[in-house]
Structure formats: C-alpha cells, structure tokens
C-alpha cells in the first residue's frame, strides 16, 4: 500500500531538503573561496602589483572592481570591499573567484595587450561545451524591462560609459571590471515579437586573463550589481508616487 500525500503535505517534507541542499551549496561556496585565498597566496604579490599596475603597501594590494575600491590582505589573502566609509571583507563567490582569477590565471610576464574586438563568449567554447550566457542573463532581462533610464544610470554608477547604439540595443555600455579590462553590456527592450534581451560582449583575448568559467562568474556579478543599484532608484520612484 502506497501513502500518498496532499500537495501541502509534499511541500513540507520538501522543505527541509531545500534547505539542506542550499545550506551544502552555501557551505561549498563558503569552501572555495577560501581556496581561492590560499591560491592566491602562492603568488608573489610584488610582481602581481608591478603586471596589473596595483597600488601595493606592507599589508593590502590595492584594486578596483566594477567602481568599487577593493583591497586584498597581504598575509591571509582576504578580499575587502569599501562600503561608505568602512571595509567590510568580501565573501561573495563570485567576485571573489573573478579576482582571484584575473591575478593568478595569466602566466605572462607582462599584461597581455587587448585587442578592442568585442566576441560572445560561446566564441571561447568548443562547440555544445556550454549553455548560452543568454539563459543565466534572461532574470535580469525581465527585471531591466521598461527601466531603460534607469539601467544606464546604473551602468554609469558603477563605472561604464555609455557609447553608439550597436545592432539596435537600447542601451550599449562599455563597464571596466577592473582599469584595465572592460567588457560590452548591450540591452534591448521588449517589443511585440520578443522578450528583453541582455548581451555581454568579450574582448577576443579574454581567454588570456581569465579561465573560461569565470566569465559567468563575472557575468553573474556584474548583472546582479546593476540590478543592486537599480533597487535603491525603484524604492525612491515608489515614495515619490
């Protein structure tokens, strides 16, 4: 004899398994971050400093990342973001892991020149190697949707320019990630035939700063820094209605 349970009742046993499995996700984040500290550490930071043009004293190298000054402890390896006027210690996943990477992943002397051609990153894959960006992008998508100003406002905010319409997007924004390499974000609105649509562009020697799992990491947090920004222009729009 088999027990069946009521949807709400199937929920309930569910939800301690959620919670359990995003509980183990946070745990392995929480895991690579800091082995991405101690491979870190196994570089000498002074050449680090002198490759990427980083301000150095006896206890920080110093950086920016999407606008935000940045600062990584010499003797752990822990990463510092400046909020208002404290540092507060960065354990998101995904920043973290972009910075780690854009320093150690290079095994050139010197900083490899750019070449200024922007390419999808599907470009960087073998062919079926990975899903499209598009897919992870399309949340963002939907929540930019009918906020055109406000997402060039955010582009702005955290460092990008704003330049010529490309291909039709509504919004084309070169957005440094660190001084020394941007990337393109495109944006087009909905109309009648197809949904918003989000695009970041590459430059096509990518691959010689970072590894190719990292640019959805970095991807990631760039979207979601805009989206960040964008809450606090909603929440002032609101109070003004």
Request: net charge neutral; glycine share 4%.
């Amino acid at each position: 004899m088999h027990t069946r349970f009521t949807k709400g009742q199937q929920g309930f046993f569910h939800k301690p398994y959620r919670r359990q499995k995003e509980k183990i996700m946070i745990s392995n984040y929480e895991k690579q971050v800091d082995i991405g500290k101690a491979y870190f550490l196994k570089y000498d930071q002074k050449v680090l400093a002198a490759k990427f043009r980083l301000n150095m004293d006896n206890n920080y190298l110093y950086l920016t990342y999407f606008n935000t000054p940045c600062r990584i402890e010499r003797l752990s390896g822990t990463l510092f973001e400046k909020t208002t006027d404290s540092w507060t210690e960065c354990r998101s996943y995904e920043t973290v892991m972009t910075i780690y990477d854009m320093l150690c992943h290079s095994t050139e002397s010197t900083l490899p020149p750019l070449s200024g051609k922007w390419t999808p990153v599907a470009n960087f894959a073998a062919a079926g190697a990975s899903p499209s960006a598009e897919i992870f992008s399309q949340k963002y998508a939907n929540a930019f949707s009918g906020k055109v100003d406000a997402v060039k406002k955010a582009c702005i905010s955290i460092g990008g320019a704003l330049k010529p319409v490309l291909a039709g997007a509504d919004i084309t924004a070169e957005i440094p990630v660190f001084s020394f390499f941007p990337v393109l974000f495109q944006f087009w609105e909905s109309d009648e035939e197809f949904p918003p649509q989000i695009k970041i562009l590459w430059d096509d020697q990518t691959m010689r700063y970072l590894n190719f799992e990292t640019t959805y990491y970095l991807q990631g947090d760039l979207l979601k820094r805009l989206q960040d920004t964008l809450l606090p222009q909603d929440q002032k729009a609101n109070a003004t209605q």
